[in-house]
């Protein structure tokens, strides 16, 4: 399936960032000028079902997501890279360590967590599916636009708050449904975490609704290289509500590999 992306910058050194749902690659703006300033080159997909990528009926896994980056990667000739993900981008991150841990040279984990899902969460995607192929994007995008945001975000920046929402509201039901279907299967990623040596960064905020300080330290402990930065106000979209110190804990990062 053919997958959308922006290929930007040139040079040796890559950096894939993997958007979260309901979401797509414009999420990544700040970050993209960021890293083409500073010579690093950047990959940003727009997943199967988001964006401008065709979506899929049925159900998407995370391991088809994190294969249709390595089919981007290995069209282009790219080997070795840097991953990033926020959210469900960021578990996708963690299936592409999984299968391909020796393609990665260091690991950016954004509002997001480890752990396989639960009883109860496998069915609340499930149900969440249900309801956006029947109802559509629009209902969802609003009600959940305050989980994805902190509320002094979107009092602060109503210009963002605009674009996150119509990021979801713009997003394939069919698209959507069918990632959460795969999400709610999704196995635990702590083994592969633990067992990864590569300069890692987590980074969340006080303010997300999915991401507790319980995760995101569970995450520094398990990743043995790792540095993590604790946002206060902030919520489920760092690099965007806080693009300043995202861009330069991710600079960090980048610095520290060889």
Not at 74 to 90: E, F, H, K, P
Request: proline share 7%; hydrophobic share 45%.
């Amino acid at each position: 399936m053919p997958i959308e992306y922006d290929d930007i910058g040139r040079g040796p050194n890559v950096v894939v960032l993997v958007h979260g749902h309901p979401f797509n690659r414009s999420m990544w703006w700040p970050q993209v000028e960021y890293l083409r300033e500073r010579g690093w080159r950047v990959i940003v997909p727009d997943l199967r079902g988001y964006g401008n990528s065709k979506a899929p009926a049925g159900k998407t896994t995370l391991d088809v997501f994190a294969d249709d980056i390595v089919a981007v990667l290995d069209a282009l000739g790219i080997g070795g890279v840097v991953i990033g993900g926020l959210s469900m981008g960021g578990q996708i991150a963690m299936e592409f360590c999984r299968t391909r841990a020796a393609r990665v040279r260091g690991l950016i984990l954004a509002a997001t967590f480890p752990q396989d899902e639960t009883p109860d969460g496998r069915r609340e995607r499930q149900q969440m599916a249900g309801r956006l192929l029947r109802q559509g994007m629009e209902r969802y995008a609003t009600e959940v636009l305050p989980k994805m945001l902190a509320r002094s975000s979107i009092e602060r920046c109503p210009e963002l708050a605009q674009h996150v929402l119509a990021m979801m509201q713009n997003t394939d039901p069919l698209g959507a449904a069918a990632a959460l279907r795969g999400r709610a299967v999704r196995p635990s990623y702590e083994a592969t975490l633990a067992s990864l040596l590569v300069p890692s960064l987590i980074i969340a905020g006080s303010e997300d609704s999915f991401t507790t300080r319980a995760d995101a330290e569970r995450m520094r402990e398990l990743l043995r290289n790792s540095e993590l930065v604790w946002l206060p106000g902030i919520g489920h979209m760092p690099n965007l509500e806080a693009p300043e110190e995202f861009n330069a804990a991710m600079w960090r990062l980048l610095e520290s590999i060889p």
